[in-house]
C-alpha cells in the first residue's frame, strides 16, 4: 500500500490552484461548475474522488486529463503549467503522461484485446516492435487475459473488457492513470476484482491513480479520497480504510 | 509510415463491412462508366477520323485561286469608290516549281509523305454509258503513302504503268466493268482510254462511285497541263498538327494550304461537341463518385465519434486522425478503381461481342489503353481523398471529452 496523505508529502505529479470551468462563457446562460478547486496529486498515490451526480467530478478529470480546457487558474504536470497549452501540446503530454480507464470500457470494437493494448504504442511510434508486443502480452496476462488476447471486445466480459482497458491505460507506464467510474458499470464481484486489479498494478508499478467513483466501498479501499459537491472540493483527506 | 493511421482506417473500413462494399461499388461504378466512355468516345473518333482520312491527304496546297482586281488606281484617302468585278471561273492550274517544293516539304519534321496530283472533273465512258468522274493523277507508290490505296484494292492488283488506271467499285459496277477492261476518258476535248488494273474500296460509296486513278503523265495530258501539278497531298506524322502547318505553310508561301479539319469542318464541330459532352458526362460521374464517398465517410465519422473521441484521449493528434479518414479515402478511391477497370474491360469485352456490323465484325476498335486506366484510376483516388477531406477534418475537429460523453 502506498503511503497515506498524512504522512510526508510525496513528489507533486499535478498540481491545481483555483480552477474554474464555466460552460457557455459570455452568454446569458453562462454556468460555472467549478469554483476554484485547487488540489495537488502525488507521484504514486491512489486517490478517489467522490460526490453526488453534477458536482463537477467529470468536468474535473477532463480538466485534469487535458481533454477540457479550464476558465481560469493553473493547472501544473511535473511542474509545468499546462493553462494556454493548444491542442498538439495538450495532445502530445496526455499522449506521454496519461492512461485512461473509462466507465464503459471504451475499447476500440474492430481491434481485438492485443491490438487494443498495443495501439498506444502504434499511435506513438507508427509501428510495434517485438519488445512493445511482448510487453503488451505481460500486461495482459497480468491483469488476468492471457488466454483471451485475440478476443475482440465484443467476446469479452464487461469486466475482461474492463481489465483490457486497464493494460491498455498501463501499457506504456504512465505516470498517472485517470479511472472515470471503472467499474460502474460491473457487478459488484467484476467491482471488486477490477479494483483489485488496478490496487495491485499500482502496487507494481507505482503509477499514480485519480479513481472517479460512486461507490463508498471502493472509495474507502483507496488511500486518498476527495470529495466534490457543487463544483466545491470540500473534502481531502485519508480514506476510511487507508492504513495509518 | 502512417502504420497507426492505415492500420486504424483498414479497421474502420472492415468493421462497417456492408457499408464500404456499397460504397466501393459505387466507386467502381463511376469508373468503369467513366473509362468505358473514354475509351468508347476515343475508339469511335479514331474509326471516324481513320475513315474520313483513309480517302484524303492530311494537308493539301494548290494554287491560290484566281482573283480579278479592279483595273485602276485604288481611290485617293477620303474619297470612296464602288467598284464591282465579276469573280473568275477557275481553270485547272498548276504549282509554281512544285517539284522543288516536294523535298522541302519532306525535309519538314511533321510531314510523313508527300505527293503531286493532278485532279480534274471528266466522264468516263464505256458502251452507252457515261459517268461523271473524279480523274486524280498520281505517282502510285507516292499516293500509296498518302491514302494506304493498295490496301483499299478489292479486285486486282494496284498497278498505273501508261494507260492504265485504277476505279472505285461503284463505278466499275456502273459502267459494267472489270479488272483488265478498257474505260474511255474524256476532260474538255481531250479523250484517251486506259485499261482498269484494280478496282478500289475507299470506305465511301461516293467516292466509289466517282473516283478514276491514272498515271500522273497521264492526268496532266488529259488536263492539259504538261509537268504540272495541281494539288501537293501531304501526310503528316500527327493529324492534330495539320491546322498549324497549314497556317505556316499559307504565310511562308503563296500557295493555298488546306487542312483535313478545314475541308471537314462538320465532321471536326461534330467530333468537339462529342468531346465536349464526353467530358461532362466524366465530370458529372465524377462529382457523384466525390459526393457518394463522401457521404458514406460523413455518417461513418458519425458512427465512429466515440471511438475518434478515445483515440484523441489516447494522445492521437488531429493530424493522425484527419489521416485516418483521408485514408479511407484513398483507399475507397484506389479500391473501387481497381474494381472499376476491370468492370470497363468487361463492358468493352461486351461491347465487342455484342455490337457488330453487318459483316459480323465489332463495329469499330475500342480498346483501354493502360495510360487511360491508369489516369482514370489516379483521378477516382485523388477524387476519393477530396471527397474524404471534409469529413476528415470534421473527425479531426471533434471535442474528445464530448465525444466520448456519447
Redesign the interface.
Known amino acids: 500500500m502506498s503511503a497515506p496523505a498524512a504522512q510526508a508529502p510525496l513528489a507533486a505529479l499535478l498540481e491545481l490552484d483555483g480552477v474554474r470551468k464555466s460552460y457557455n462563457v459570455g452568454l446569458p446562460n453562462e454556468a460555472e461548475v467549478l469554483h476554484g478547486v485547487s488540489l495537488r496529486i502525488g507521484r504514486g498515490e491512489f486517490v478517489a474522488l467522490i460526490g453526488p451526480s453534477g458536482s463537477g467530478k ?1 468536468t474535473l478529470l ?1 480538466i485534469v ?1 487535458l ?2 480546457h479550464m476558465t481560469a487558474g493553473s493547472y501544473r504536470i511535473d511542474g509545468e503549467e499546462v493553462m494556454g497549452l493548444d ?2 501540446a495538450l ?2 503530454r ?3 503522461t ?1 492512461g ?1 480507464v ?1 466507465q464503459f470500457h ?6 481485438s484485446a492485443l491490438e487494443n493494448v498495443t ?2 504504442a ?7 516492435t517485438t519488445a512493445q508486443r511482448e510487453r503488451a502480452r505481460a500486461v495482459l496476462a497480468a491483469v488476468g487475459l492471457g488466454d483471451a488476447m485475440g478476443k475482440r471486445p465484443g467476446e469479452l466480459s464487461g469486466g475482461m473488457q474492463q481489465r483490457v482497458a486497464i493494460a ?1 491505460a498501463l501499457v506504456l507506464e504512465p505516470p498517472l492513470v485517470l479511472a472515470d467510474e471503472p467499474t460502474g458499470n460491473l457487478d459488484t464481484a467484476s467491482s471488486d476484482e477490477v479494483f483489485a486489479l488496478m490496487r495491485r498494478m499500482h502496487a507494481e508499478l507505482h503509477t499514480s491513480f485519480l479513481v472517479v467513483t460512486h461507490d463508498p466501498r471502493l472509495a474507502a479501499r483507496c488511500d486518498r479520497v476527495l470529495e466534490l459537491v457543487d463544483g466545491r472540493l470540500v473534502h481531502d483527506g485519508a480514506a476510511a480504510g487507508a492504513a495509518g | ?4 493511421e492505415s ?2 482506417a483498414t ?2 473500413l ?2 462497417g463491412r456492408m457499408q464500404t462494399v456499397l460504397i466501393i461499388v459505387g466507386v467502381a461504378a463511376g469508373v468503369a462508366v467513366v473509362a468505358y466512355i473514354s475509351a468508347l468516345i476515343t475508339g469511335l473518333q479514331s474509326n471516324t477520323i481513320e475513315k474520313t482520312l483513309g480517302a484524303q491527304a492530311h494537308l493539301t496546297l494548290s494554287p491560290r485561286d484566281d482573283v480579278v482586281l479592279a483595273a485602276r488606281a485604288p481611290a485617293s484617302a477620303g474619297t470612296r469608290e464602288l467598284v464591282q468585278t465579276q469573280p473568275r471561273a477557275q481553270r485547272p492550274r498548276s504549282i509554281g516549281n512544285w517539284q522543288l517544293l516536294v523535298p522541302l516539304l519532306e525535309a519538314m519534321p511533321e510531314v510523313a509523305a508527300v505527293s503531286p496530283m493532278v485532279s480534274a472533273a471528266g466522264l468516263a465512258v464505256r458502251g452507252e454509258a457515261s459517268k461523271a468522274i473524279a480523274l486524280m493523277g498520281v505517282d502510285l507508290d507516292r499516293y500509296d503513302r498518302i491514302v494506304n490505296l493498295r490496301s483499299k484494292v478489292v479486285d486486282g492488283t494496284a498497278r498505273l504503268e501508261p494507260g492504265e488506271g485504277i476505279i472505285g467499285r461503284e463505278l466499275a459496277d456502273d459502267l459494267g466493268v472489270r479488272v483488265g477492261d478498257r474505260v474511255g476518258i474524256v476532260t474538255g476535248g481531250v479523250s484517251d482510254s486506259l485499261r482498269v488494273t484494280a478496282l478500289v474500296d475507299l470506305g465511301v460509296r461516293e467516292l466509289n462511285r466517282r473516283t478514276v486513278i491514272v498515271p500522273l503523265r497521264t492526268a496532266q495530258s488529259l488536263v492539259g497541263l504538261p509537268g504540272g501539278a495541281t494539288g501537293l497531298d501531304l501526310t503528316l506524322v500527327d493529324i492534330w498538327s495539320a491546322q498549324t502547318l497549314a497556317d505556316d505553310l499559307a504565310a511562308r508561301w503563296p500557295y493555298k494550304a488546306e487542312s483535313w479539319q478545314q475541308a471537314n469542318a462538320q465532321l471536326v464541330a461534330a467530333l468537339n461537341a462529342q468531346s465536349v459532352s464526353t467530358a461532362v458526362i466524366r465530370g458529372v460521374v465524377m462529382i457523384v463518385v466525390v459526393l457518394g464517398i463522401a457521404s458514406v465517410l460523413v455518417v461513418s465519422v458519425v458512427q465512429k465519434r ?2 475518434i ?10 493530424g ?1 486522425v484527419l489521416r485516418i479518414f483521408l485514408l479511407q479515402g484513398a483507399i475507397v478511391g484506389a479500391l473501387g478503381s481497381a474494381l472499376g477497370v476491370v468492370l470497363a474491360l468487361l463492358l468493352i469485352w461486351v461491347f465487342t461481342q455484342f455490337a457488330l456490323g453487318s459483316d459480323g465484325r465489332p463495329l469499330f476498335n475500342i480498346t483501354l489503353e493502360p495510360a487511360l486506366a491508369l489516369r482514370v484510376a489516379a483521378i477516382a483516388t485523388v477524387c476519393g481523398v477530396l471527397a474524404a477531406v471534409a469529413p476528415a477534418r470534421r473527425a479531426a475537429k471533434l471535442d ?2 464530448e465525444a ?2 456519447l
Open positions: 467529470s477532463n486529463g481533454l477540457e491542442d498538439a495532445t502530445l496526455r499522449r506521454n496519461l485512461f473509462f471504451h475499447l476500440l470494437p474492430a481491434f495501439l498506444p502504434l499511435m506513438r511510434e507508427g509501428r510495434i491498455r | 509510415m502512417l502504420g497507426f492500420r486504424v479497421r474502420f472492415r468493421e466515440r471511438e473521441g478515445i483515440l484523441r484521449a489516447m494522445g492521437a493528434t488531429q493522425q474528445p471529452a466520448i460523453r
